[in-house]
């Protein structure tokens, strides 16, 4: 019998990947909210439109929930096979209640019932996802163009700073990679930053981007930028409510990089960053005690509006994630046709 290898260790102890997010957060809030003027920071709260606030959250984040679902759906069905749009959908709301707790669980997880439903190897699943991410990168630059021309035409680039030149050279990286892609993949040449990354055309890992259409193409651009736009419509909106009032134009273009910063995993679920972030590029255009309440109120809500998700999500995904552990091997293929038939 051959031995079984040793469990590897994790460079990285679990529970420190989980309190160390913790402590960030602790410390970032702690840097902000020491001095704070707790009465003035409830009577903030109490200018609040909380409506529209609410709504600001919820309404993108839902969206965003359907319309990656049918995203990934429709990937699979156009360079795989057949793929079950509902039950993807409640794993996929069920997996926001493990992404609370740890981003990169909730991710994985999300990967692994893709492959394992959809019977995908591992390097043609991630070239899907590749190829799905490259073009919404390229193609949301090109509505934010504009904006960054009306940045300049209206005088406001020298509020952001150093931001413009940073948001120049991505829109600028972003329009040449997509150009080229498209004569690459179209037209049969096989050069520059496309050839660098990609190096072989004809490997498993670029089947999406060799069997993609036109037609195809233009249907992952209008089913992706929905998405991006209507959240930062939401958070200018949801800055309005809580009286953060910082110019359309200028908060389109700097948004992205401070909704990157609020992001970022290296705190939890939010908590601090959104404070730093909102407080290095919009703290000109409230008080400081609003973007504090605004900045807590962004994570805050954000985990409530995922968890409900998860939770009205949570039984049909585990009976799904129950068949599939029971669902033997041979009759996948046929499941899942039927599933997509019906659908």
């Known amino acids: 019998m051959e031995a079984s290898l040793p469990p590897k260790k994790e460079r990285i102890p679990g529970w420190v990947k989980r309190v160390v997010p913790v402590l960030v957060s602790i410390g970032i809030l702690f840097y902000y909210f020491h001095d704070q003027n707790w009465e003035e920071f409830f009577n903030a709260c109490g200018r609040v439109t909380l409506w529209v606030a609410v709504l600001a959250i919820v309404i993108p984040q839902v969206f965003q929930w359907f319309m990656g679902t049918l995203l990934t759906e429709r990937y699979f069905k156009w360079f795989h096979g057949p793929f079950p749009f509902w039950k993807y959908f409640w794993v996929h709301g069920a997996s926001y209640i493990l992404m609370f707790v740890n981003t990169a669980l909730g991710g994985g997880g999300l990967l692994l019932y893709q492959q394992r439903k959809g019977r995908i190897t591992w390097t043609k699943l991630m070239g899907m996802i590749t190829f799905r991410i490259l073009i919404v990168l390229g193609v ?25 030149y940073v948001w120049w050279a991505v829109l600028i990286f972003s329009m040449v990679w997509f150009t080229e892609s498209w004569i690459v993949f179209h037209h049969g040449k096989f050069f520059g930053i496309t050839k660098l990354i990609f190096r072989d055309k004809n490997s498993e890992f670029m089947t999406a981007s060799r069997l993609a259409t036109r037609r195809q193409w233009l249907l992952t651009f209008a089913m992706s930028i929905p998405n991006f736009i209507l959240a930062l419509v939401g958070y200018y909106f949801l800055n309005r409510a809580f009286n953060v009032n910082v110019p359309f134009l200028e908060f389109i273009v700097v948004a992205p990089i401070a909704l990157l910063i609020a992001n970022l995993p290296i705190a939890f679920g939010g908590f601090g960053t959104t404070t730093y972030a909102w407080m290095t590029f919009f703290g000109d255009y409230g008080t400081r005690d609003d973007i504090a309440a605004l900045t807590l109120f962004i994570p805050f809500t954000r985990a409530v509006c995922r968890a409900v998700i ?5 039984k049909p995904a585990l009976n799904e994630i129950n068949a599939l552990i029971d669902e033997p091997e041979d009759g996948k293929e046929s499941v899942l046709e039927a599933e997509e038939a019906e659908f």
Request: hydrophobic share 55%.
């Open 140 to 164: 949301m630059c090109f509505p934010m163009a504009a904006a960054t021309l009306g940045m300049h035409y209206y005088g406001l680039a020298e509020n952001v700073k150093i931001n413009m």
């Open 310 to 314: 998860g939770l009205i999500s949570l």
